[in-house]
């Protein structure tokens, strides 16, 4: 068996001679899917080991306690301190003003105290160590410098309090842990905070306390005890391991389907493996029935040529490896600053095995049939050039086949997050990759059975949709993946682009407006009517506090948080109402009477209940101001997210919470050229408000599903290209035919343009049937990436998918026409001679 392998290596190495004519197709399909799933999978590695890695930094310690609206009690400081060395910042939205009031500017005002940071370096501009901050020292971002217009040693204020900037901030090292900002960041110490007065009973501000404990410590097992022994103060608790969960999820489960993309760009690949083979098995019919004739069985046959095939193979995917290795390095560089944390470059093996125990499994999958079919064929055949022999093959192939396919799902769902998520992808792609298939049968006996045209052109047009050696399979299945994946990222890319331009309704209130005093909550009003008569405003109560329980469930012991139950996830806002929200409906239960004074009651959101599997008449409690308030859930709501007013997924009685310390929130909905004279004067009349800028918010998300639909854009592209390089291979597998039609065709008196206008008839009903089924295909597979992975709402351009529909397929048939060149170039005496 040995000497049989070396024989069949040494034939199969001379054959190739290092020259690969023939099998260029499989090395360019090849090495575009493994570079481009060992790259993705390589960037996400980086990313969330450098998340694991810098997880103290990024936390600010081996420990988080955090906790909304109040400081730790003196006992729980006590405890705090006995387990570690602790480190206390503060954090809430404030409006920063120039002395002479000249401008205001919304500020994430974050005050430290001298232990910070326990791990990590707070560094400014000029790359120094930030010194100590006195109690009226401030550090800003270079953001806030441009907003005001600031210099070192100006004056800034907030609240009450002036401050005087001592210094830019460079790096803030827990930064990626506190999450979306929404405006520059200002650092000053706890005092300076406080004495700015805007940390009142109500004030919607979060209080962090961080530890640093010894080697011998878990932080997860202390943050369960402290849990447990405080299980009513609605601590939120966070550990190394876990620094930035919503970070860390986001690029988790964007990973994964980036490679799952990644993965459907290489079957398309390897499609065009199957053909490149089959192209390059048609071209050595004279050496494999010489091999036959001088001895070889059909064994030794496959062994030759399945050598050829690996080593071509193994040259593309190490080639696609090296690629991948190193394409982070490129990403960092080009994109470090989009990216939520910027990663340092390292080679990661396990991507890299995995893409190519990718790639060499597709290539063994496609490349099996035509092998078989190679082997299969007498000597005879071969020397006549037999073609239905060619369709032939045997039993064992398909186990082979079966087999590998089967490799390829336990690894997708192996490796995969959601092994669910993993496998609905590959049957997707699976099922799209049949329907073709199917619709190619199906066209050719259409076209078979359909009568014949009077016209020649048209007639032969239609004859080549079926004739003896005619590639139509082969092309619906190209020309429709192509197409599918031109429909499909025009979907995504113009929903995700509305998501944001659709969703700001146009009567969209202008301003935000935090911690308004209750108790000057009409004043409030009667200032920004005087400002500008015409604006609408409205005012409700927020309070924050963390769900402890739900339906009998203590949060506190759930080994995980149900899918989707966001609510679950640290503190929400809470409210109150009489009357129901505008911008709600009720969709189960009944909503309380105005007057209600009975046992606490509550409404909820009914998507989130939903996921926590909430109906009316459970219970609810919820942990506020360190009292846990036990509810009945009294109604579930319908909420219209999309008005941008004050949503919120609990809203109570007010006899349940009025009595609560609290502020008041408001929208204003005004002029825009009223903005400028409502941030100059209310800001001055109450200083502990914050006014938050919708179209700012808006400005924001919409930069975040930008870079997602670059992120798709750009792995999804590598299968667009994986999908023409098929449709070169479908062209070049039945160039051989082609040749022979055009020859004949040339003797019978056919001209160039005839013969090429027959074949631009034919792709173009290939296209003309394809766009509508790729239509269908693109938005369904769209509707779901939207929808399903993203929770959007699903809202494409229907003009921009139409028409880059329509320039997808003039792509795709300017690409076949081009391919009919060789062919229409044919010598006839000499192709006579080489037939």
């Not at 405890?79 to 409006?95: F, I, P, V, Y």
């Not at 979907?491 to 509305?498: C, E, F, G, V």
């Not at 670059?710 to 592209?717: D, L, P, V």
């Not at 049937?769 to 779901?784: D, P, Q």
Request: glycine share 8%; net charge negative.
């Amino acid at each position: 068996m040995s000497a049989s392998l070396s024989k069949a290596w040494t034939i199969a190495r001379r054959d190739l001679r290092g020259r690969f004519v023939g099998l260029r197709l499989l090395i360019v399909c090849l090495f575009l899917g493994v570079a481009t799933l060992a790259a993705i999978g390589s960037l996400t590695s980086a990313i969330t080991d450098e998340l694991a890695n810098r997880g103290q930094a990024i936390l600010g310690g081996d420990l988080e306690i955090s906790v909304a609206q109040r400081e730790a009690s003196a006992a729980e400081l006590d405890t705090l301190k006995e387990t570690g060395e602790l480190s206390e910042t503060l954090r809430m939205q404030a409006m920063a003003r120039l002395p002479d009031g000249s401008d205001t500017q919304l500020v994430e005002l974050k005050g430290v105290d001298a232990p910070y940071p326990l791990y990590g370096d707070f560094i400014l501009e000029d790359g120094a160590n930030a010194p100590p901050l006195g109690p009226t020292d401030i550090y800003v971002t270079p953001a806030l410098i441009q907003r005001l217009s600031l210099s070192l040693g100006d004056k800034i204020e907030f609240g009450e309090a002036a401050f005087t900037v001592k210094g830019v901030i460079g790096d803030e090292p827990d930064r990626l842990s506190e999450g979306l900002s929404l405006g520059p960041v200002a650092i000053t110490s706890l005092e300076g905070l406080r004495a700015t007065n805007l940390i009142q009973p109500g004030s919607l501000f979060q209080s962090k306390y961080r530890l640093k404990l010894p080697a011998t410590v878990d932080p997860a097992e202390l943050g369960d005890e402290l849990e447990k022994q405080y299980k009513n103060a609605a601590w939120e608790v966070k550990t190394r391991d876990n620094g930035a969960p919503s970070t860390r999820r986001f690029i988790e489960r964007m990973g994964q389907f980036l490679t799952l993309v990644g993965l459907a760009s290489l079957v398309i690949a390897g499609i065009g493996v199957g053909n490149g083979v089959a192209s390059y098995l048609r071209g050595k019919q004279s050496a494999i029935a010489t091999l036959k004739i001088l001895g070889a069985d059909s064994a030794m046959v496959f062994r030759i040529y399945m050598f050829q095939i690996l080593a071509v193979a193994l040259v593309a995917i190490i080639a696609g490896l090296l690629v991948g290795a190193i394409a982070p390095l490129a990403i960092i560089q080009v994109a470090g600053d989009v990216l939520p944390i910027r990663p340092e470059f390292a080679l990661y093996p396990l991507p890299l095995i995995v893409s190519a125990a990718y790639g060499l499994l597709i290539a063994v999958i496609f490349a099996l049939p035509p092998l078989s079919r190679a082997k299969l064929i007498p000597a005879a055949g071969l020397f006549r050039g037999e073609s239905r022999s060619w369709r032939e093959i045997d039993k064992p192939t398909w186990v082979a086949v079966m087999l590998a396919v089967a490799a390829i799902v336990a690894l997708a769902v192996g490796t995969g997050r959601e092994p669910i998520f993993s496998l609905a992808f590959i049957g997707a792609a699976l099922g799209i990759l049949l329907l073709l298939s199917l619709l190619g049968i199906l066209i050719r006996w259409l076209a078979s059975k359909s009568p014949r045209p009077k016209q020649p052109l048209l007639r032969l047009a239609l004859t080549n949709l079926h004739r003896p050696g005619a590639q139509t399979g082969q092309l619906v299945v190209a020309l429709g993946l192509g197409l599918t994946l031109f429909a499909t990222l025009a979907a995504i890319q113009t929903s995700l682009t509305n998501e944001i331009r659709f969703s700001v309704p146009q009567q969209a209130p202008n301003f935000f407006v935090l911690d308004i005093p209750v108790e000057r909550a009409d004043e409030f009003k009667n200032q920004v009517t005087a400002d500008a008569p015409e604006a609408e405003i409205n005012i409700v109560p927020t309070l924050r506090g963390i769900i402890t329980e739900y339906g009998g469930q203590v949060v506190a012991e759930l080994d995980e948080i149900p899918e989707g139950a966001w609510v679950l996830r640290g503190d929400r806002g809470l409210t109150y109402s009489g009357e129901l929200p505008e911008g709600s409906e009720i969709a189960a239960g009944e909503w309380w009477p105005a007057d209600y004074d009975g046992a606490p009651l509550v409404s909820v959101d009914e998507e989130q209940a939903t996921a926590l599997g909430l109906k009316v008449g459970d219970s609810l409690t919820v942990s506020l101001l360190g009292v846990e308030i036990k509810s009945t859930v009294a109604s579930l709501r319908r909420i219209n997210w999309q008005n941008f007013g004050f949503n919120y997924v609990l809203v109570f009685p007010p006899n349940v919470l009025a009595n609560t310390p609290h502020n008041v929130a408001a929208t204003i909905q005004l002029d825009e050229t009223r903005e400028d004279g409502l941030l100059g004067s209310l800001p001055r009349e109450f200083p502990s408000i914050s006014m938050v800028k919708v179209k700012e918010i808006a400005s924001q998300i919409g930069t975040i599903l930008d870079q997602m639909a670059t992120a798709i854009a750009s792995a999804a592209s590598i299968a667009i290209f994986s999908g023409i390089a098929v449709l070169i291979g479908a062209i070049a597998a039945s160039r051989q035919s082609r040749v022979y039609d055009s020859v004949i065709l040339k003797l019978l008196g056919a001209t160039r343009s005839q013969i090429l206008s027959a074949q631009a008839i034919e792709y173009a009903v290939l296209a003309l049937l394809l766009s509508a089924v790729a239509l269908g295909l693109g938005l369904l597979a769209g509707w779901f990436v939207i929808t399903q992975i993203f929770e959007f709402t699903w809202q494409p351009d229907w003009g921009v998918v139409m028409v880059t529909l329509g320039l997808g397929a003039v792509m795709t048939l300017g690409i076949g026409l081009l391919g009919s060149i060789p062919v229409l170039s044919a010598k006839p005496a000499r192709a006579l001679r080489e037939l």
